[in-house]
C-alpha cells in the first residue's frame, strides 16, 4: 500500500464542478452526488466543512499539470506537490487507473467522506471525474511515524505514548463510534501521519472496510484466503487472518499492537536484515517481563518505567494469537489513560469540554 497519504494542506476551497467516474462494482454505476459549492471564508468558519468535490482542472492547475514535484509514490497512487488557494502547499494523491485500483479508490472515497475525528486524516475534496480517482487531504507536515521511528533520531517516550492513545482513539471511534462500524485493515506505522505538533492522523483508507467483519479476499487452494487479496501489511498482519480468511475488529486491535511494539522498542515490524517478525523477536522476553532489555535505546533513561511496563503488557494482550484474548480498542483506550500520562492533542481536549 501507498505509505504518504494525507500530505496535503488545509486549503481554502476553489470552485469546483460537477463530476461523474465509471463504478467500480461489475461495471455498474457508482457515482457520488455533486456537493454544494462552498465558499472560501464559509469553509474556513465551518473548520473545513465536508470534502467538495474538484474538477479535473482545478487537480491539474494545482499541480501545474502534474508536472510538480512527486513527494511520494505507490502500487496504487502517486503523489504530487501542490499550490493550492490562499498560498498554501499541499498534495495531490492520484490513484492509477485500472479496474481493481478504482475499487481501492472508491473503497477509500466512500469511507473517508462519513468520518470526523481529530487523529484521522481529514478529507478536503476530491475528485472522481476520470478514472485515475484523486483525493486530497490534510497537511501532515512531520511525515509519517515510520519515518519519525526508523529514519533517524529518536521520539521522546511522552510523544510516544501520545501517538499511540491518539490512535487508539482514532481506532476506537471506527469501532465503536460508527453504526456500521469501519475496520482499518492496514494500520501500521507509515499510516500515521504526524502534523505540526506531532499529534497523530490515522490515514490510508484502502482496505477498509464497513461493517463487524470482512472477507479478506478470495480462497485459494485448501479453503486458505488468496495471499495477494489479504489485508494490512507484512508484519502487522493478523495470523488468524491469515488462517481464515476474514478480518474483524480484532485484526485491527493485532495490528495497533505491533505499532505499539514498535514505539516501544524503536524496531520496524518486519528486520530488514533477518526478516524475523517484531512480534516473534521480543514477545518471549516481554512475557518473561524483561522490558528494559527491549526498550528503544535512544531513549536512554528518559522514559516511565512503569508506563513501559504497562505499554509492553497491553501490547502483547493485543497480538495475542486467539482474537478473544485481545481486549477491544475501547479497552485499549482505557488502559492508556488510566495507566500512562499521555496529554492529548489540542482538538482532543477541545472535544472533551
Known amino acids: 500500500m501507498f505509505s504518504g497519504c494525507g500530505l496535503f494542506g488545509r486549503a481554502r476551497r476553489g470552485r469546483g464542478g460537477d463530476l461523474r467516474k465509471r463504478g467500480e462494482m461489475g461495471g455498474a454505476s457508482s457515482r457520488v452526488a455533486p456537493a454544494e459549492p462552498v465558499g472560501a471564508e464559509e469553509a474556513e468558519e465551518q473548520g473545513g466543512g465536508a470534502a ?23 502500487g496504487f497512487s502517486t503523489v504530487y506537490l501542490a499550490s493550492l488557494p490562499a498560498s498554501r502547499l499541499g498534495a495531490v494523491k492520484v490513484h492509477c487507473s485500472s479496474e481493481r485500483l478504482h475499487r481501492a479508490f ?8 462519513s468520518l470526523r475525528h ?25 511525515g509519517d511515524l515510520h519515518e519519525r521511528l526508523h529514519g533517524g533520531g529518536a521520539l521522546p ?20 463510534g460508527r453504526d456500521p462500524a469501519v475496520l482499518h485493515g492496514d494500520i501500521k506505522a507509515s499510516n500515521v501521519l504526524l502534523d ?12 477498509a472496510h464497513v461493517g463487524v467483519s470482512a472477507t479478506a479476499g478470495g480462497a485459494g487452494a485448501g479453503g486458505r484466503p488468496s495471499a495477494r487479496a489479504v489485508m494490512g501489511s507484512p508484519g502487522y498482519v493478523d495470523p488468524h487472518l491469515l488462517r481464515s480468511g476474514v478480518a474483524t475488529k480484532k485484526s485491527d486491535v493485532y495490528s495497533f499492537g505491533v505499532l505499539l511494539l514498535e514505539l516501544l522498542t524503536g524496531k520496524e515490524a518486519v528486520c530488514r536484515e533477518t526478516g524475523h517478525r517484531l512480534t516473534a523477536a521480543v514477545g518471549p522476553m516481554l512475557r518473561d517481563g524483561e522490558v528494559s532489555d527491549v526498550l528503544d535505546q535512544r531513549l536512554g533513561a528518559e522514559y516511565d518505567a512503569a508506563e513501559a511496563t504497562a505499554v509492553a503488557e497491553l501490547a502483547m494482550q493485543c497480538v495475542s494469537d486467539d482474537p478473544a484474548l485481545r481486549p477491544s480498542m475501547a479497552d485499549v483506550v482505557r488502559v492508556l489513560k488510566e495507566k500512562t500520562s499521555a496529554v492529548g492533542s489540542k482538538s482532543d481536549r477541545k472535544m472533551m469540554s
Open 196 to 207: 505540526a505538533n506531532l499529534d497523530a492522523k490515522l490515514c490510508d483508507f484502502g482496505f
Open 52 to 74: 467538495r468535490q474538484l474538477a479535473w482542472a482545478e487537480v491539474e492547475a494545482a499541480t501545474s499539470g502534474f508536472s510538480s514535484r512527486v513527494v511520494g509514490r505507490g
Open 157 to 176: 517516550w511522552a510523544r510516544r505514548v501520545a501517538v499511540a492513545s491518539q490512535v487508539a482513539a482514532a481506532l476506537e471511534y471506527l469501532h465503536e
Open 118 to 142: 481529530p487523529h484521522i486524516v481529514r478529507l478536503l475534496g476530491y475528485c472522481d471525474e476520470r478514472d485515475e480517482g484523486v483525493l486530497v487531504f490534510e497537511y501532515a507536515p512531520n
Open 106 to 113: 472508491r473503497r477509500e472515497l466512500d469511507v473517508l467522506l
